[in-house]
């Protein structure tokens, strides 16, 4: 049931982009992106709904490909504030909120 | 309006001593979910509750392990006769609703056994 994300880790200099990917072999309601930074609380990004959307925060977007139960996060021309680890959490209808392992970046200047 | 309050921060507890972990929602939130997570892991599902009802359990371990939600005050998770794996910091978030809705986090509660 845990949503499966990829890469595990990622490596960019400053301004470079990165795609983290997480998919799920049930039928999603909505996913969510949260980012961790070490010993601190994850902090909510964005939720996708049904429809296929795509939305926007700053330079961090997503999409949410509800047919092949997908959803992709895209970072810009990161900084190093990106750096964190990034979780997908996916729902099933009036269902628990699940999360995959996590993705981390590390931003080097 | 407040966020997601958790405490106690840090709770040291000898084997076979009783954790309780609280944690209150935010304002209009009637929905809550915990979560363990060990160093460098990632965020495992333990229990979701709404106001005095456990909805899904299925993460928690059967034994020592309880959960409650009642209808005035915090959200509780109970860890009876603590075990050194046991150690782990505990997240809960939020909600309003069961879907279509962002959840938030609490700061965690960081239990060690000692």
């Known amino acids: 049931q845990q949503p499966v994300q990829s890469p595990q880790a990622v490596i960019l200099r400053e301004g470079e982009d990165a795609v983290i990917n997480c998919s799920s072999s049930k039928a999603l309601y909505s996913v969510h992106w949260y980012r961790q930074k070490h010993g601190e609380a994850p902090v909510f990004l964005m939720i996708l709904l049904k429809g296929g959307e795509q939305k926007g925060h700053e330079k961090i977007s997503a999409s949410f490909n509800e047919k092949k139960q997908q959803s992709s996060l895209y970072l810009t021309a990161s900084q190093l504030s990106y750096s964190g680890t990034y979780f997908c959490?996916?729902?099933?209808?009036?269902?628990?909120?699940?999360f995959g392992a996590g993705t981390i970046l590390r931003v080097k200047s | 309006n407040a966020g997601v309050m958790q405490n106690p921060r840090h709770l040291v507890r000898r084997r076979g001593q009783e954790a309780r972990l609280r944690c209150s929602p935010m304002k209009g939130h009637s929905h809550v979910y915990w979560y363990r997570q060990l160093p460098e892991e990632g965020l495992k599902f333990m229990v979701y509750l709404q106001k005095e009802n456990i909805i899904d359990e299925s993460g928690m371990p059967k034994e020592r392990f309880s959960a409650e939600f009642p209808k005035e005050g915090p959200s509780i998770l109970r860890i009876q006769q603590v075990v050194r794996g046991d150690s782990a910091a505990y997240f809960c978030?939020?909600?309003?609703?069961?879907?279509?809705?962002?959840?938030?986090f609490g700061q965690g509660t960081r239990l060690t056994v000692v």
């Open positions: 959490g996916t729902e099933e209808y009036g269902n628990k909120l699940v």
């Open positions: 978030a939020s909600s309003p609703q069961a879907a279509n809705t962002e959840a938030f």
